[in-house]
């Protein structure tokens, strides 16, 4: 079954960065766009930057310029670089598929704060 897995999460002051990894497996990885989610205290779920399965990135409004997706279809791998985070960055973070979602994993915390 489909399983997503997500990693390197944390706690970091403002303007610092952090570099979240997806390990993808029980479907064709590369024959999906992938997202990075994120949900915060309160607040429904949202998508933040998303990738196609041949790499083309796409973001929300809010972290252009900052964030940066990008994925290795030979490990199944779909990472999130942050750079300049804020505190409204706080959340938890997810992966998932574009389209079709599936099980959603545990996520990863990330918490920017001084």
């Known amino acids: 079954q489909v399983q997503l897995v997500e990693s390197g999460g944390g706690l970091v002051q403002p303007g610092g960065s952090l570099r979240l990894s997806c390990l993808a497996s029980?479907?064709?990885?590369?024959?999906?766009?992938m997202g990075w989610y994120r949900q915060a205290p309160g607040k429904q779920r949202e998508l933040v930057a998303s990738i196609t399965g041949r790499g083309n990135p796409d973001y929300v409004d809010s972290v252009k310029g900052r964030f940066t997706i990008s994925r290795d279809n030979a490990k199944n791998t779909v990472n999130l670089q942050m750079n300049n985070l804020k505190s409204e960055d706080t959340a938890v973070y997810y992966c998932n598929r574009l389209y079709s979602i599936a099980k959603w994993g545990q996520g990863t915390q990330v918490t920017v704060s001084s």
């Open positions: 029980g479907f064709t990885f590369s024959s999906f766009a």
